[in-house]
């Protein structure tokens, strides 16, 4: 008996520039298994991430990006056309700008198609800021009825998703985020070459969208505390977003020392493993992310916020600190903490790369990626 040819699995975001959704959109399409699978990748938006898919030989896609009511007909219409080319075993989306448009589009393809696609909302968030919770839960209601199934990124999601969304339990699945065994590159030399001058001593890195809820000004408080206690202490400040100039005012007018704004980098995992400390102060939405897998890889300790995930990413005083999320002076202490004293961050980032091969190993997470595909898709031979 013959084996079955791979079927497609279609993956929507809205952009392939740098960030940790876009991150987890590469490491699902690289590592579906090639002989059940073949990966394809629609945005609305080119980005670094794209030379890497085409390294990899996945196709990527562009389609027109929605603006306005008219604008998500638009690309909806644009993504039905993939749906009727390429006939995915199972489409999944991450990001609220690609979820409607890739919603309204298996509506249209059911009506005219006569059959129903499988479809998987990955879910990267821990609650929501301003309106945006009662826009989800809006189209949930509207259109939930689509949904195959939801994929959460971490536990500590769970009760969010049901109690904040209102979505079905009984169609979650939990896969925590993982990334493949590499060698970690000289950070301290790319620290070195991206500071005026390199590290007078200790460096904090941060990496993360300039954007509220990252907790950037309570870190920018915190930081004070350090500067006096550290005086020699560098934090870098890797990222962008609409908080950026706002922040970089603070720095100036305060006269904090030692703060260094880098924008968005495609070397973000090597500057983050030549940091002495890698740290996170998001009070919300923060699920399981990468950038703390990346410092864990690299051996270097993480003092962050309890807020969605990280709890579950951070054993506190063996792989790092945990602190309450908007605590700008507890925050501060625990930087101190770690800076002023070389053994304590070796050996809390020792342990952290071990709990990384050990907790979330990642031949573990393309196994139940896998499953979950295969679990939530047209089998094999199955028309729609």
């Not at 006939?87 to 129903?116: I, S």
């Not at 009760?159 to 970690?184: E, F, H, I, K």
Request: hydrophobic share 45%; net charge neutral; with cysteine.
């Amino acid at each position: 008996m013959s084996e079955s040819p791979p079927r497609t699995a279609l993956f929507v975001l809205p952009g392939l520039q740098l960030g940790g959704a876009e991150r987890h959109v590469v490491l699902l399409a690289q590592h579906l298994d090639p002989r059940r699978w073949r990966s394809r990748v629609l945005a609305f938006e080119g980005g670094p991430f794209a030379d890497e898919l085409e390294a990899s030989g996945i196709p990527v896609d562009l389609v027109p990006a929605p603006a306005g009511a008219s604008g998500v007909m638009r690309t909806a219409n644009a993504i039905r056309g993939h749906l009727r080319r390429h006939r995915p075993a199972v489409v999944t989306a991450q990001h609220f700008a690609a979820d409607l448009p890739v919603r309204l589009a298996l509506l249209q393809h059911r009506a005219m198609a006569g059959g129903a696609v499988p479809y998987v909302v990955w879910k990267h968030t821990y609650g929501h800021v301003g309106h945006r919770g009662r826009r989800e839960r809006a189209m949930e209601q509207a259109l939930g009825g689509v949904v195959s199934g939801y994929a959460a990124v971490c536990f500590t999601q769970v009760t969010y998703l049901r109690d904040q969304l209102g979505l079905p339990t009984q169609r979650m699945a939990v896969v925590q985020n993982s990334l493949p065994a590499t060698t970690v590159p000289d950070g301290r030399a790319a620290l070195s070459a991206a500071l005026p001058g390199g590290p007078r001593g200790p460096v904090a890195v941060m990496v993360g969208a300039m954007r509220a809820d990252k907790g950037h000004h309570d870190l920018l408080e915190a930081w004070r505390d350090v500067v006096a206690q550290v005086p020699e202490a560098s934090l870098v400040l890797i990222g962008d977003g609409p908080e950026r100039a706002d922040l970089e005012r603070v720095a100036r007018e305060t006269g904090l020392r030692g703060v260094h704004f880098l924008g968005a980098r495609v070397d973000a995992p090597a500057l983050a493993a030549g940091a002495d400390v890698f740290v996170l102060a998001s009070y919300n939405i923060e699920c399981f992310p990468y950038a703390v897998l990346e410092a864990m890889a690299g051996s270097v300790p993480v003092v962050s916020t309890v807020t969605g995930g990280l709890a579950e990413m951070v054993d506190h005083g063996v792989t790092g600190l945990l602190v309450p999320p908007r605590a700008p002076q507890a925050l501060g202490q625990a930087l101190v903490e770690v800076l002023a004293s070389p053994s304590t961050a070796s050996s809390l980032g020792a342990a952290g790369r071990r709990r990384l091969a050990e907790a979330f190993p990642f031949e573990r997470w393309v196994t139940e990626i896998n499953d979950l595909y295969d679990a939530w898709s047209v089998p094999a031979g199955r028309g729609r």
